[in-house]
Nanobody
């Protein structure tokens, strides 16, 4: 059974920094895209950043220059370094891995449990 476990959320004042991590375990044959999403109260889940197998990154406009996504393919981990945090960054953050559990299985999306990030003004 594949599982994604997140860590690193918390409470920080505006201008502060946090680092989120996500680790995959279980039967995993391959991982392609990885990403971070967030959902604020009363809002839809939105894409924050993605990173391809080859390291190509893509960011939500509002976090460009402040957030950095990275991955370790050997350790099957994903990170999000968040700097200059603002109150509007407050949300539950979810990691997402697109994985294949067996050689002949289809790729599917797996999600972490979510970690709360709260930024005070």
């Amino acid at each position: 059974q594949v599982q994604l476990v997140e860590s690193g959320g918390g409470f920080v004042q505006a201008g502060g920094s946090l680092r989120l991590s996500c680790a995959a375990s279980g039967r995993i044959f391959s991982i392609s895209a990885m990403g971070w999403y967030r959902q604020a109260p009363g809002k839809q889940r939105e894409l924050v950043a993605t990173i391809s197998t080859g390291g190509i990154t893509n960011y939500l406009d509002s976090v460009k220059g402040r957030f950095t996504i990275s991955r370790d393919n050997t350790k099957k981990t994903l990170s999000l370094e968040m700097n200059s945090l603002q109150p509007e960054d407050t949300a539950v953050y979810y990691c997402n891995f697109r994985m294949r559990s067996l050689p002949l299985s289809s790729e599917r999306d797996y999600w972490g449990q979510g970690t709360q990030v709260t930024v005070s003004s």
